[in-house]
């Protein structure tokens, strides 16, 4: 089937510095991409979201980015906070009869100071 | 209630008991998922409640796997027959219809067979 994937399991950033965090798919009928950001021992939590038709979408300190011609999609947080630190999913939501969310494997992030 | 509640929070069981987690979405939150997230990887869609229509089960990873959804609110997910592998942390999620981007999830039922 259909999967999102992630390129890099950890990431880590110096507190303040902006963070990128990476997602390929291989949906191309996906209608929707969505990052959710989990925190230890919570359960994963909405940042953003991005329609297939977009390019990009801005949000508080955090803008993601979609490359249809790549399959690629990126969260960027500016001025990363110790409070970003989390583990970070990418997810599609296919077209049509799909209401389900597929996630990804998720990138650790770890804010230094 | 303000979230989403699962119990039991963690649950210890032997290789072949049954158990049943639970979950309380949030009121009015007609659209109702179970993921399952093993260690260090990803969220395993498992099933999906969507008001009176019947279920997407597409997800569940074997028939020792079912859910019910009472009077549109509590769902119950019951594994049966437990085995090592149904090690996870189950979590629950809520929206307020189908198709939703933004899903409210619980803190997770973490389930440990021995």
């Known amino acids: 089937g259909e999967s999102v994937g992630l390129h890099l399991p950890t990431l880590s950033v110096q507190e303040g510095d902006n963070s990128i965090i990476n997602c390929a798919y291989s949906?191309?009928?996906?209608?929707?991409f969505i990052w959710y950001k989990q925190e230890s021992g919570k359960g994963p939590q909405f940042i953003i979201d991005i329609r297939s038709n977009m390019d990009k979408r801005q949000g508080q300190r955090v803008t993601v980015l979609l490359n249809k011609t790549v399959k690629h999609l990126s969260l960027q947080i500016a001025a990363t906070q110790p409070g970003d630190s989390a583990v970070y999913f990418c997810?599609?939501?296919?077209?049509?009869?799909?209401?389900?969310?597929?996630f990804g494997s998720g990138t650790q992030l770890t804010v230094l100071p | 209630g303000a979230g989403v509640s699962q119990s039991p929070s963690n649950k210890v069981t032997e290789k072949g008991k049954d158990v049943e987690l639970r979950c309380d979405p949030i009121?009015?939150?007609?659209?109702l998922y179970w993921y399952r997230q093993s260690l260090g990887q990803g969220l395993e869609f498992l099933i999906y409640?969507?008001?009176?229509?019947?279920?997407?089960k597409s997800g569940l990873p074997s028939d020792r796997f079912s859910a019910e959804r009472t009077g549109g609110s509590v769902s119950t997910l019951t594994i049966q027959r437990t085995q090592q592998e149904d090690s996870a942390v189950y979590l629950c999620a809520s929206s307020p219809s189908s198709g939703a981007n933004v899903l409210t999830f619980g803190a997770g039922s973490r389930l440990t067979v021995l």
């Open positions: 409640f969507q008001g009176n229509s019947a279920p997407d």
């Open positions: 997810a599609e939501r296919g077209s049509g009869s799909a209401r389900q969310l597929t």
């Open positions: 009121s009015g939150h007609t659209a």
């Open positions: 949906n191309s009928a996906s209608d929707y």
